[in-house]
């Protein structure tokens, strides 16, 4: 699908809600009465004149005339002489049947592609890792593809010595390879006040996984002898036109988790994540994570960059932003079955999702498929690792009903994922940033799948 | 070995003796000291308490020239304009400047929060124009442009007088003007130290129920169905295989969703031929993106509307690159190009042929 037959119109911001006043009283009642039914009333309007469809029958039946014709007649894959090595010079691709698993930029969220965002196909992935070539991309001032030659990485400020190094120089460094989510802070942002985007890759997909490589950022500042008692703040600051800059707490530096990292899934970084370098920020929104870094700063006080005093504020109630809003707090999403995706038949499902925590480790994943009245425990896979996506599966029947699949996480920290509902009596619903819901996937019967907020 | 390659091989010897000294032990011959020259290239940012602001000045007239000049075709004549960018100029009054909270940012139905309504502090704007504006040229300006710029920005918002000259002598002062001056809080939890002595506690506090827990929902969202399609057909946006199919959003919910087995196999990726792609290879070198879509219009018209209007005009087109022009499409200006002959050409002869992708 080519994306210019996109509509390229602004999505139309999503009524308050899309039941009428009637219907709100039935979902209220039937919800508080513990009836399952409530659900099937509910969003019956929502599933009018969806007759149960062929996708309900058996999915894989035996044909009449006795047998697969993919099993009887020998494709040509089977008779034939396959490629050779090394094709596509030297640079292995997906295989051609992949193509619709592709990042994407959401209709009318940005005008130009230059300061934009494209967001991961989550409900594709598997396991932890983001394929490098579908990590979400976020540009504030377009990307580049640096000569890592001419790469030079400076420390200065609160330091005895100021500092250079080469791509070479960083590279000899003793280097840890370590298993990161990195999310952006506005992900889940249209979702705030209510439904706006059909499916997981634009609700969540500006979070990815991937395994950095890179040298300790307290190894560089020791180098150049920094401050490391009065020096509280490190300003981080890109090397490209936007020279993006954000402060970072020089706690989490002396813990030695932040990362300025060269490696991504093996392979240098792809151009669009930083290449070659970029600060890595475990548990801290995207924006602090400064591609094409070129250069640090000890300091003693915050420095109010643009995105920390413009952008990535977070607007309360009361009018007041928080400002330095920083960490991730734990979120989890299913992301099969999800919005946009079709159930093939009634039967057994692996209901599988991620879940994150910008405070360490997942502890627990509960899922529910009735809107949040019961749940059930998930499995989580390994590895758990610390501020790392996990991965989560849980056993599922589906008996042909409407079902709302929910899914709620717990960090090591005891935090658990808030509802909408809790998220919104504290925060109320213009903050942006942040949101952390739980996310609601609505079942119809006829299978499709839908995004739904029921709070 | 003569005499002069000893002295400079002994040099050689003292400097490299000297850094290793001056470095720390642990990892020898790794990195050098910055001179004082690189620092002050590459060290720009400019803090609330203006460290590091460059001592200059400029003023409110300078600014608008500039301002017109530069920044206009993007944020608009009065910085109003969100037609690229959220709007950075409106929504503030003369009470905000007094109490330094800006009270529309309290209401829920105010329309957008502009740059002014939402910052803090005056040192962010000089910063961030210093560092990153013009869009396409950012660090192209000069100390005193910015001064000016900044000058002329906070003016709009009457936050200094049209008669202004804003310099690094007085902006501690303007600084206590600024209309949200009080308007951020870190009273909370997640920022990942202890630096701002901010809430201990998360503000949320869910608790673990596993049965009969009451949602008690009071009203539902779903998306409408004219936007189901929105973002393009489901369908093309999953895998052929899977336990879920994607939902062919092309038709109507419901009536024809496809069975098993029976999905249409992937369309290859269409091939884009190859004088396109260089010349939309060329657009994006040359930033000419930035203001025009492909297939659409974003602050100039698209290639495709600039193709239908000026079919096989490649020369005329050429001219208007380089010289720029306004009232063709609207009253904003398009400032001159300065792009090498033969890309010009070659953009020019790609819209006269129809601009295809």
Known sequence: MKENNINSGRVQKAPENFLNQEGIRTVFAEGKSGRRDFIRNAFAAAAAGAAVPAALAQGNPVPTEGGDPNILNLPEHATGLGQGVASNNGYGVPSRFESNIQR????????????????????????????????????????????????????????????????????????VSRFHFIECGANTAVDWGNVAVPTVQYTHGMVSCSEFTGVPLITLLELAGADLKNGKFVLAEGGDGSSMTRTIPMSLITSGEVLVAYGQNGEMLRPENGYPLRLIVPGVQGVSWVKYLRRVEVGDQPYAAKDEAVHYIDL????????????????????????????????????????????????????????????????????????????????????????????RAQDETGYVQPTYQQLRAVRGTRSIYHNNAIQSWLVQENGEVKNVQLS | MSSFRKIILTAALVAMAGMALAQSDKYPGLGRAATPKEVAKWDIDVRPDFKGLPPGSGSVAKGQDVWEAKCAHCHGIFGESNEVFSALIGGTTADDI????????????????????????????????????????????????????????????????????????????????????????????????????????????????????????????????????????????????????????????????????????????????????????????????????????????????????????????????????????????????????????????????????
Not at chain 1, 336 to 343: A, D, F, I, K, M
Not at chain 2, 245 to 272: C, I, L, Q
Request: charged letters at 20%; one cysteine or more; aromatic letters at 6%.
């Open chain 1, 316 to 407: 309360m109630k009361d009018g007041q932003h928080r400002q330095y809003t920083s960490i991730q707090e734990c979120k989890s999403v299913v992301t099969t079955p999800s919005g946009g995706q079709v159930l093939l038949d009634k039967g057994f499902y692996n209901i599988t999702g991620l879940a994150w925590s910008g405070r360490g480790k997942v502890k627990r994943v509960d899922v529910s498929v009735d809107g949040g009245r019961n749940w059930r425990q998930a499995r989580l896979e390994t590895p758990v690792l610390s501020k790392a996506l996990t991965r989560f599966n849980l056993d599922w029947v589906w008996d042909g009903k409407p079902a709302i699949i929910q899914s």
């Open chain 2, 98 to 357: 007094k109490t330094g909270h800006v009270a529309n940012l309290s209401r829920t139905d105010f329309p957008g929060r502009t740059t002014i309504m939402k910052v803090a502090t005056v040192s962010t704007l000089w910063d961030y124009i210093n560092r990153a504006m013009p869009w396409t040229n950012p660090k192209t300006l000069t100390t005193e442009e910015v001064y000016s710029v900044t000058a002329f920005l906070l003016s709009l918002a009457n936050v200094v007088p049209d008669d202004f000259v804003l310099s690094d002598k007085n902006i501690a002062e303007v600084q206590k003007r600024m209309p949200n001056r009080n308007g951020m809080t870190t009273a909370h939890a997640m920022w990942p130290g202890k630096e701002f002595k901010g809430a201990a506690k998360p503000d949320t506090a869910n608790t673990i129920c596993m049965k009969d827990c009451a949602p008690e929902p009071k009203h539902a969202s779903l998306l409408p169905d004219f936007a189901r399609n929105a973002h393009g057909n489901l369908a093309d946006q999953n895998r052929l295989v899977g336990q879920q199919h994607g939902a062919d959003t092309s038709r109507p919910e419901g009536k024809a969703t496809p069975a098993p087995g029976t999905a249409a196999p992937a369309a290859p990726r269409t091939e884009v031929n190859n004088e396109s792609k260089g010349a939309i290879a060329l657009l994006n070198k040359h930033s000419c993106t930035a203001c025009h879509g492909v297939d659409k219009k974003v602050v100039g018209p698209g290639f495709n509307e600039i193709a239908k209007k000026h079919s096989g005009k490649a020369d005329y087109l050429v001219g208007k690159i380089k010289s720029g022009g306004s009232g063709v499409w609207g009253p904003v200006p398009m400032p001159p190009q300065s792009l090498p002959e033969a890309d010009a050409k070659a953009i020019a002869a790609w819209i006269a042929k129809g601009a295809s992708k």
């Open chain 1, 104 to 175: 994407r930029q959401s209709p009318g969220l940005t005008q130009t592609t230059q300061a934009s965002v494209s967001f991961a196909p989550l409900q594709s992935l598997f396991g932890i890792v983001t394929p490098s070539g579908l990590h979400f991309e976020r540009h504030h001032q377009g990307w580049w593809d640096i000569d890592p030659s001419k790469h030079r990485f400076m420390v200065n400020g609160m330091v005895k010595k100021p500092m250079v190094f080469t791509m070479d120089e960083i590279m000899r460094l003793p280097s």
